[in-house]
Antibody
Framework: EVQLVESGGGLVQPGRSLRLSCTAS????????MSWVRQAPGKGLEWVGF??????????EYAASVKGRFTISRDDSKSIAYLQMNSLKTEDTAVYYC???????????WGQGTLVTVSS | SYVLTQPPSVSVAPGQTARITCGGN??????VHWYQQKPGQAPVLVVY???DRPSGIPERFSGSNSGNTATLTISRVEAGDEADYYC??????????FGGGTKLTVL
């Protein structure tokens, strides 16, 4: 059974950093691109970015709203994807979901999400 | 930038058919995916590549895509289908692959 479990969310002050983790199981993690999608309270889904599999260079792409502040990485040996968030803003407050799939793919499995609250 | 337009809400009586649209320029030439999100839960893929269903998704869920409109059709609607539905399309000109979402209300 495919499972994605996010962790690392919490309350953080504006301008600070936070790192989210997504631990995967039930599939060969290294074979898949992984994406992060967020949802602000009461709002719709917003794509954050994704990382390709190593077979496709392991490269990343980001939404303009987070480019230069957020970094996605992966550790295939541990089946974990990371979202490093720097220079956080109040508008980054959202539930962050880890999903399997990348650009051009369907996002076929989602984690339960982790809440990030950016507030002073 | 590629914009996806969904109606904010759709209402339907139990047992009837719900149709949720997703409009986009020449969307018929792209692959459309649909997600269901119930309150307090993560989204779930219900239709992919316009009209395919993941395993475990009831046959009542179907999709079509032509011209400038993709449609998610839910037949014989049940109370448990009440949720937000999002369409998704990848386009190189946009980093907003999701539509704004449609709230399906079962009357």
């Amino acid at each position: 059974e495919v499972q994605l479990v996010e962790s690392g969310g919490g309350l953080v002050q504006p301008g600070r950093s936070l790192r989210l983790s997504c631990t995967a199981s039930g599939f060969t993690f290294g074979d898949y691109a992984m994406s992060w999608v967020r949802q602000a309270p009461g709002k719709g889904l917003e794509w954050v970015g994704f990382i390709r599999s190593k077979a496709y260079g392991g490269t990343t792409e980001y939404a303009a709203s987070v480019k230069g502040r957020f970094t996605i990485s992966r550790d295939d040996s541990k089946s974990i994807a990371y979202l490093q968030m720097n220079s956080l803003k109040t508008e980054d407050t959202a539930v962050y979901y880890c999903t399997r799939g990348g650009h051009g793919d369907r996002l076929d499995y989602w984690g339960q999400g982790t809440l990030v609250t950016v507030s002073s | 930038s590629y914009v996806l337009t969904q109606p904010p809400s759709v209402s339907v009586a139990p047992g009837q058919t719900a149709r949720i649209t997703c409009g986009g320029n020449n969307i018929g030439s792209k692959s459309v995916h649909w997600y269901q999100q119930k309150p307090g839960q993560a989204p779930v893929l219900v239709v992919y590549d316009d009209s395919d269903r993941p395993s475990g998704i009831p046959e009542r869920f179907s999709g079509s895509n032509s011209g400038n409109t993709a449609t998610l059709t839910i037949s014989r609607v049940e109370a448990g289908d009440e949720a937000d539905y999002y369409c998704q399309v990848w386009d190189s000109s946009s980093d907003h692959p999701f539509g704004g979402g449609t709230k399906l209300t079962v009357l």
